[in-house]
């Protein structure tokens, strides 16, 4: 910890030739209730569609920072009273957003929407059988088979009102975050009143105001909230480092760390997550090198995990269990570079990845491989790029995907790239990880057997070399200094119990941001 507080002192010299900093203090300006002038403008480059339909969306249960994963939402507890039966109390009182009543009746009137068009990339399509009516706030879910991921798919399972499902059903396919127009249809904190967001379309901004019908009346704290969709990252920094009122909230690269620091507008936090960078291995490119087998296990031997750590990441990390280790790796150097020597890859990213990779390219270098970049801002380029390639082979060798906890603390995201048939994979005819997986299903997360199923998974995706592994991010944001918010390190930032103060662009005006405030704020995990 002293060391991290030196290297903070150090930077600041030899990067701003300052020392002066202050303690985050923006706790005690903080606009208690809910001011109609509130607004904040936030960038999340990866999935943005996942953040905006847990403020705009509610389901049985939502996702949570905590052992679980989960708590309750729409029901208040369930019980369950089989391995395929689960009942679930709803909560009363709760109204759409066009402030129709929501009941048993909207639940099942829900199910049997999502029934006809379910999401696919889990098993609950092939899992849940049927949703019953008990009383006017209680139902019970019935399955086909027993099914560990129950209450993390039903934290994807949101509710609308008659009128979306008139207009749009329920829509799950390969992302299921169904939200194709903009208007009073869900449940959730917000309504999203401009714009449009799913997985493979998009608005460049989408913008939610207030939802006055919402069940918890302490929330949401802040009037407004605008989205951006598509943002360069070099724009997006500019615009939270040094754009007083344009960008209150993004995800940073790690190399951005001491300029957020620096920012006189933006504050640093950066926490440990569960997220992944995914990269793909196109493995129905039959003329690609890494078809084979060998070529895989050769790069990702080639890749050393803790320099990536070290200098890419920035210590901003763990180490990936998911990787190979260096035991593991029983290649020899002469017989690296002889099957990686002169080989030329297709790269598809994000720009705002683009830092990333150029500790990869660095790497692979080293044994004679070459990168050749497909770069765009644009993430649904890069979901139109996999799911292309179920059709037409695409010329991407390597693919990278931001990929988020967004079942909470569950290995899932990084499983449903192993499983045959399913939108987000590659693999095919590995019997061993079919069996694998359909065990997998079936286990709760708290079952002993969960745990082995995990490891022989893992075991059996590094034999087969079937992604590029990468060490684990932490998450690192630049926030405004007037916006007082605890970020989460999963696939869901609880907007809703964000506050801002009265020195907040959006509620002070346009007086200039007080130059003490200006001054440099050393970061929590620096304390």
Same mark, same amino acid.
């Given at each position: 910890?002293?060391? #991290? +507080?030196? *290297?903070?002192?150090?930077?600041?010299?030899?990067?701003?030739?300052?020392?002066?900093?202050?303690?985050?203090?923006?706790?005690?300006?903080?606009?208690?209730?809910?001011?109609?002038?509130?607004?904040?403008?936030?960038?999340?480059? #990866?999935?943005?569609?996942? =953040?905006?339909?847990?403020?705009?969306? &509610?389901?049985?249960?939502?996702?949570?920072?905590?052992?679980?994963?989960? !708590?309750?939402?729409?029901?208040?507890?369930?019980?369950?009273?089989?391995?395929? +039966?689960? !009942? *679930?109390?709803?909560?009363?009182?709760?109204?759409?957003?066009?402030?129709?009543?929501?009941?048993?009746?909207?639940?099942?009137?829900?199910?049997?929407?999502?029934?006809?068009?379910?999401?696919?990339?889990?098993?609950?399509?092939?899992?849940? /059988? #049927?949703?019953?009516?008990?009383?006017?706030?209680?139902?019970?879910?019935?399955?086909?088979?027993? =099914?560990?991921?129950?209450?993390?798919?039903?934290?994807?399972? %949101?509710? %609308?009102?008659?009128?979306?499902?008139?207009?749009?059903?329920?829509?799950?396919?390969?992302?299921?975050?169904?939200?194709?127009?903009?208007?009073?249809?869900?449940?959730?904190?917000?309504?999203?009143? !401009?714009?449009?967001?799913?997985?493979?379309?998009?608005?460049?901004?989408?913008?939610?105001?207030?939802?006055?019908?919402? @069940?918890?009346?302490?929330?949401?704290?802040?009037?407004?909230?605008?989205?951006?969709?598509?943002?360069?990252?070099?724009?997006?920094?500019?615009?939270?480092? *040094?754009?007083?009122? /344009?960008?209150?909230?993004?995800?940073?690269?790690?190399?951005?760390?001491? !300029?957020?620091?620096?920012?006189?507008?933006?504050?640093?936090?950066?926490?440990?997550?569960?997220?992944?960078?995914?990269?793909?291995?196109?493995?129905?490119?039959?003329?690609?090198?890494?078809?084979?087998?060998?070529?895989?296990?050769?790069?990702?031997?080639?890749?050393?995990?803790?320099?990536?750590?070290?200098?890419?990441?920035?210590?901003?990390?763990?180490?990936?269990?998911?990787?190979?280790?260096?035991? &593991?790796?029983?290649?020899?150097?002469?017989?690296?570079?002889?099957?990686?020597?002169?080989?030329?890859?297709?790269?598809?990213?994000?720009?705002?990845?683009?830092?990333?990779?150029?500790?990869?390219?660095?790497?692979?270098?080293?044994?004679?491989?070459?990168?050749? =970049?497909?770069?765009? #801002?644009?993430?649904?380029?890069?979901?139109?790029?996999?799911?292309?390639?179920? /059709?037409?082979?695409?010329?991407?060798?390597?693919?990278?995907?931001?990929?988020?906890?967004?079942?909470?603390?569950?290995?899932?995201?990084?499983?449903?790239? =192993?499983?045959?048939?399913?939108? @987000?994979?590659?693999?095919?005819?590995? +019997?061993?990880?079919?069996?694998?997986?359909?065990?997998?299903?079936?286990?709760?997360?708290?079952?002993?057997?969960?745990?082995?199923?995990?490891?022989?998974?893992?075991?059996?995706?590094?034999?087969?070399?079937?992604?590029?592994?990468?060490?684990?991010?932490?998450?690192?944001?630049?926030?405004?200094?007037?916006? +007082? *918010?605890?970020?989460?390190?999963?696939?869901?930032?609880?907007?809703?119990?964000?506050?801002?103060?009265?020195?907040?662009?959006?509620?002070?005006?346009?007086?200039?941001?007080?130059?003490?405030?200006?001054?440099?704020?050393?970061?929590?995990?620096?304390?």
């Amino acid at each position: 910890m002293k060391y #991290s +507080v030196l *290297f903070f002192f150090l930077s600041i010299f030899l990067c701003a030739e300052v020392l002066e900093y202050r303690i985050d203090n923006s706790q005690g300006r903080i606009v208690e209730t809910k001011d109609k002038r509130s607004h904040i403008n936030v960038f999340l480059p #990866s999935m943005p569609y996942n =953040y905006v339909s847990r403020l705009v969306n &509610e389901g049985l249960v939502r996702l949570a920072e905590n052992e679980q994963g989960w !708590e309750y939402s729409l029901s208040t507890h369930s019980i369950k009273l089989s391995p395929i +039966v689960y !009942e *679930f109390e709803l909560r009363r009182g709760v109204r759409f957003q066009d402030g129709t009543l929501f009941n048993a009746d909207s639940v099942i009137h829900n199910f049997a929407y999502f029934l006809k068009q379910p999401f696919n990339y889990t098993d609950i399509h092939h899992s849940l /059988k #049927s949703v019953e009516k008990v009383s006017e706030y209680k139902i019970r879910l019935h399955l086909s088979k027993p =099914y560990g991921m129950l209450f993390r798919d039903l934290a994807r399972i %949101y509710f %609308y009102s008659e009128a979306y499902l008139q207009k749009y059903g329920w829509g799950g396919a390969e992302t299921g975050a169904n939200i194709k127009a903009s208007g009073p249809y869900g449940l959730g904190p917000y309504i999203l009143v !401009e714009g449009m967001i799913t997985g493979r379309i998009q608005t460049p901004i989408v913008i939610l105001e207030a939802n006055p019908y919402y @069940w918890d009346k302490e929330y949401p704290s802040i009037q407004k909230i605008t989205f951006y969709t598509e943002l360069e990252s070099q724009k997006a920094l500019e615009m939270t480092l *040094f754009q007083d009122g /344009k960008l209150d909230f993004m995800q940073i690269p790690f190399n951005k760390k001491i !300029e957020s620091m620096l920012s006189p507008y933006a504050k640093l936090v950066a926490m440990p997550s569960s997220n992944n960078f995914t990269i793909y291995f196109n493995l129905v490119k039959k003329s690609s090198p890494i078809y084979h087998k060998e070529i895989r296990q050769a790069l990702n031997c080639a890749l050393n995990q803790q320099n990536l750590l070290n200098f890419t990441y920035k210590k901003e990390g763990t180490l990936n269990p998911h990787a190979l280790t260096s035991k &593991e790796c029983t290649m020899s150097e002469q017989k690296l570079r002889t099957l990686l020597q002169g080989i030329e890859l297709n790269v598809a990213t994000q720009d705002s990845l683009m830092f990333l990779w150029k500790g990869i390219e660095y790497q692979l270098a080293e044994y004679g491989v070459s990168l050749h =970049y497909q770069i765009t #801002s644009s993430e649904k380029e890069i979901y139109n790029l996999v799911q292309k390639n179920h /059709k037409i082979t695409q010329s991407w060798d390597m693919l990278i995907q931001g990929t988020q906890d967004y079942y909470g603390r569950h290995p899932w995201p990084i499983f449903i790239r =192993y499983q045959e048939h399913n939108p @987000w994979s590659f693999v095919h005819g590995d +019997v061993v990880m079919k069996k694998l997986i359909e065990q997998f299903f079936l286990v709760e997360q708290n079952d002993p057997q969960f745990a082995i199923l995990c490891d022989k998974i893992k075991a059996r995706a590094k034999e087969e070399a079937y992604m590029l592994f990468l060490p684990i991010p932490n998450v690192v944001f630049a926030m405004n200094k007037e916006l +007082v *918010f605890e970020p989460l390190g999963i696939g869901m930032q609880p907007f809703w119990k964000a506050k801002v103060t009265t020195e907040h662009w959006s509620i002070r005006g346009n007086k200039p941001y007080p130059k003490d405030l200006q001054i440099p704020i050393l970061p929590k995990h620096l304390l």
